[in-house]
């Protein structure tokens, strides 16, 4: 097996995706996020990104496969193939604002809306018949609404402490997002064997995992 580029987004899913390679075999033992942003193993040369970057380097061709999560795909537009969904990294895609305005939120015809992901705002609510003013925040969108920005938030929700801790509420479930396995185009068509034999691992791995 040729060594395959791998890019591993940095944070709390470099971690994740080092325990399932680890448990796939395809890896011999742990690494850990330091300053290096390139690792070598025997089967991979990793490369350690910020998680908007990996789409990116996948569909660029410097990076065979990565791990990206859904939302940050949809977000991208990158042209990758989807081969395998991890389950890692779980959260949800919602619209929240304020509790009075939930029943506002079912009637709209346009919408003042804060989010890191301008894209999936504005695919979502155009496909709805609804205009978007879209104001893209790179921090804490929750601010938007608290300031008279916007009415509402597109964002990604875990555990939805952050939006009770500023007296918002989600108002829509837009769509969930796990961390896919993605390659690049070319490299799944010249890399065919190796590509698949490691999704084939991993996917073992979480059948297992789902009992």
Same mark, same amino acid.
């Given at each position: 097996?040729?060594?395959?580029v ?15 390679? !680890?448990?796939?075999g !395809? ?15 025997e ?12 789409p990116? !380097?996948?569909?660029?061709g410097?990076?065979d496969?990565?791990?990206?999560g859904?939302? *940050? ?37 346009s919408?003042?809306?804060? *989010? ?49 801790e ?16 993605i ?6 068509f ?7 034999g ?14």
């Amino acid at each position: 097996m040729s060594k395959l580029v791998l890019a591993l987004p940095k944070g709390r899913l470099f971690e994740e995706s080092i325990q399932l390679l !680890l448990e796939a075999g !395809l890896i011999e033992k742990p690494l850990k996020e330091g300053r290096k942003l390139v690792l070598s193993t025997e089967r991979f040369e990793i490369l350690l990104s910020k998680p908007k970057d990996v789409p990116m !380097l996948v569909e660029s061709g410097y990076a065979d496969l990565g791990v990206s999560g859904f939302d *940050t795909i949809w977000e991208s537009r990158k042209e990758v193939f989807e081969l395998l969904d991890l389950g890692i990294g779980y959260c949800k895609i919602c619209i929240a604002g304020f509790p009075e305005g939930v029943e506002r939120y079912k009637n709209l015809s346009s919408i003042k809306v804060a *989010t890191k992901y301008p894209n999936i705002a504005r695919e979502y609510f155009e496909k709805r018949g609804i205009k978007p003013f879209i104001y893209t925040l790179n921090g804490s969108v929750e601010l938007a609404p608290l300031i008279g920005l916007t009415d509402y938030i597109l964002d990604l929700v875990q555990t939805g402490r952050t939006l009770r801790e500023n007296g918002l509420v989600v108002v829509e479930e837009i769509a969930e997002s796990t961390a896919r396995l993605i390659a690049n185009r070319e490299s799944f068509f010249l890399k065919n064997g190796d590509i698949l034999g490691i999704t084939r691992r991993l996917e073992e791995v979480l059948t297992l995992k789902r009992g």
